[in-house]
């Protein structure tokens, strides 16, 4: 019987994966998704007899299972570099020309791609198996998540031609409907709903269990190859060859004679990109020629041969049905458009911020107004204007109310800013706010507590400050709808794990006006325990580098009155991490040692908290604002005023490229 279902196992495997082919790179079925499900299960059910013969390329193992604390971090064989990018035709002409004038005499032909809004990811074949599949992270390294890659049913297992070791990059996304599926669960489980594909897709993929991702019907387009030895000429090749092996590439993808069909390109899927069932920001332009491509090279974060040409954003019109005024955690009213549901930019749009009540009076925003919408980055949707020749008669302009709507305390305006406040410290709505901030992923990142246990903890009393999370037992947790014995567990457990967190981490979640997470840790360097940030003054808060009057009369005014202090009581009892680790101090100097540094723009090969965390172990202070007492500016893309004061202050200024070879001088890089 055992030679009998190895037989019949690689028989399953063989034909699943070629149905697999099939359905996700050739886009032409070959049977139905029942016939599809009812020889996945019949090849479960020998695995399941028989463990002993499944296949490391087996089509059952997409389900999942594999779960795990934390993800490995891995370094790329050749970093995962991002692209020049511009809304502009005039900066594509100029690469043209860029290109062209680098590659003099010679033909010069481009391809056009789809640029797909989801998250890129990096594949490893060893004698054509998949081996490791790893996030882009800071493009020089990022998270190992095999596990999740394999339930992916258009990642190949193992590869159509044997013996094959390469590297493939791609994108990871989700469908519409995929999208829409999976807002429905969440929302009859009342979890919070995700804002876009993008969005869902960068979740689903940080989930530490691949049985939960397997649920998500994630899908893969690969972009790149990478081998040791090559046989092709060009990206086009590259792509059939993909193709030919058994990833799905983008069909669309289109190879462009000149720059003149690049362009056309563009308008047409400028058109199109709405009638598509997954989301688009832009096409993506390659030089088609491998060889050139090598001798533009790359920019210490772009490469010199491709560029992204983005989309304008997508707008649309719709109804003002309301205006609801919602509670921020330090009482900030911001009012919210309620609109009549319309599609925009992959999603369904009901709601829109709407700023402040200066903003609804510059723009005379008023009930059952016909208004123009538009996603911010196609993600944040915003109101852009009254469409004022469809304004319904006997309008009036909205007035602003003068209580609280949670609490009804009376509104206060704030002298220094457009907001309005509620100045009410046991407001509900500004506790809901507050827990939420307090066990975000930033901050104590206790994983399961979200909005809708929040609510019920508020609603019900149960808890009137973040302290009194570390209060909640299991019997506790059962009173809540939705909430069962194994849920209760996992809150548990994840409140119990937030214990843990460093106490600047601690600081920043406790949401005290102004205080964000460098100026959390600035003022932990220098207060290194609750005791000592408590004691100080205003003057010994305002002597700190890069504590200004207002972060000190803040930080001091809460910690001087009698809640924060029942506060830090819980939580010191509850066991939080209320003093800082002694520093690790660096043994020699470096170029970093002693300046006050600040970071701004984007960096390509680093997150913001990575390139801080490099510069405090090299012996430099990261402090927020340039100032006179500033010594050093890293800018990186879009690098704005912080980098316009530096230079008129003639500080010294590091592009990514300078911080990179400084921190290879040390050798952090």
């Known amino acids: 019987m055992s030679k009998d279902a190895a037989a019949r196992i690689e028989k399953l495997t063989a034909e699943l994966n070629e149905h697999n082919y099939h359905y996700h790179v050739l886009a ?100 054509s198996l998949l081996v490791q599949a790893a996030t882009r992270g800071d493009g020089v390294q990022g998270d190992e998540i095999t596990a999740n890659a394999r339930t992916i049913r258009s990642i190949p297992l193992r590869l159509r031609q044997p013996g094959i070791s390469c590297e493939v990059r791609g994108e990871v996304y989700m469908t519409h409907d995929a999208f829409t599926a999976l807002n429905d669960q969440r929302h009859e489980r009342q979890d919070a709903l995700f804002v876009n594909p993008r969005n869902a897709t960068a979740g689903s993929l940080k989930l530490q269990d691949s049985a939960a991702v397997a649920q998500r019907n994630l899908r893969y387009f690969a972009y790149w190859l990478q081998r040791d030895s090559s046989e092709t000429a060009t990206h086009m090749n590259n792509l059939e060859t993909l193709r030919h092996w058994g990833l799905p590439c983008n069909p669309a993808t289109t190879h462009c004679p000149n720059i003149d069909a690049v362009f056309a390109f563009y308008e047409h899927y400028e058109a199109e990109r709405q009638n598509l069932p997954y989301d688009i920001d832009g096409i993506v332009v390659k030089v088609n020629s491998l060889d050139q491509q090598q001798r533009l090279g790359n920019t210490a974060k772009s490469p010199r041969s491709a560029m992204a040409y983005k989309f304008k954003a997508l707008q649309a019109t719709t109804t003002l049905l309301d205006i609801h005024l919602q509670v921020g955690r330090t009482g900030t009213i911001t009012p919210v458009a309620i609109l009549q549901p319309v599609f925009l930019a992959g999603s369904t749009v009901q709601r829109a911020t709407l700023h402040n009540e200066e903003e609804i009076h510059r723009k005379d925003i008023r009930l059952g107004d016909t208004v123009v919408l538009e996603k911010g980055g196609d993600v944040i949707p915003k109101v852009v204007e009254v469409v004022t020749e469809k304004r319904p008669e006997n309008t009036k302009k909205f007035t602003f109310p003068t209580q609280c709507p949670a609490c009804q305390s009376p509104l206060l305006r704030d002298e220094d800013e457009a907001a309005i406040r509620c100045d009410n410290a046991s407001c509900p709505a500004q506790l809901k706010r507050r ?72 600081l920043f979640a406790l949401g005290i006006r102004h205080i964000g997470s460098t100026v959390a840790r600035t003022l932990t360097q220098h207060f290194p325990t609750i005791e000592q940030l408590a004691a100080a003054s205003i003057e010994d808060l305002e002597s ?13 005014t809460f910690l001087a009155t009698t809640a924060a202090a029942e506060l830090i009581a819980k939580l010191q009892s509850a066991g939080l991490q209320l003093a800082a680790d002694p520093p690790s101090l660096p043994t020699t100097e470096s170029y970093f040692t002693d300046k006050a540094t600040v970071l701004t723009g984007s960096l390509s090969h680093y997150s913001r908290d990575n390139a801080a965390n490099l510069i405090q172990r090299l012996g430099g202070r990261i402090v927020s604002s340039v100032s006179k007492k500033t010594d050093l500016v890293i800018a990186g893309e879009k690098a ?30």
Do not use: W
């Open 435 to 506: 827990l939420e901030h307090f066990v975000a992923r930033n901050a104590m990142n206790a994983e399961g507590v979200g909005p809708a246990v929040i609510e019920q903890l508020v609603d019900r009393q149960l808890v009137a400050d973040v302290g009194d999370l570390y209060n909640l037992d299991e019997d506790t947790l059962l009173q809540l709808e939705r909430v069962g014995p194994g849920l209760a567990h996992n809150l548990l457990t994840s409140l119990e794990a937030s214990k843990s967190r460093p106490f600047d981490r601690v």
């Open 544 to 556: 700190t580098p890069e504590i200004g009057p207002t972060i000190a009369l803040s930080m001091h």
């Open 28 to 127: 032409d079925p070959t049977i139905s998704d029942q016939e599809y499900d009812g020889l996945l299960a019949e090849l479960q059910k020998l695995e399941e007899t028989y463990p002993q013969l499944r296949r490391p390329d087996s089509p059952a193992q997409r389900v999942g299972g594999e779960s795990t604390s934390e993800f490995l971090t891995v370094r790329h064989s050749a970093s995962m570099l991002s692209l020049d990018n511009s809304y502009s035709r005039e900066d594509l002409l100029a690469f043209d020309k860029r290109v062209c004038g680098a590659l003099p005499d010679e033909e010069v032909e481009y391809v056009a791609e789809l640029k797909i809004d989801g998250v890129a990811l990096s594949l490893v074949y060893q004698d």
């Open 640 to 669: 704005g005023s912080k980098l316009t004061k530096a230079e008129q202050l003639g500080i010294e200024v590091l592009s990514e490229e300078e911080f990179i070879a400084k921190l290879q001088e040390a050798g952090l890089a």
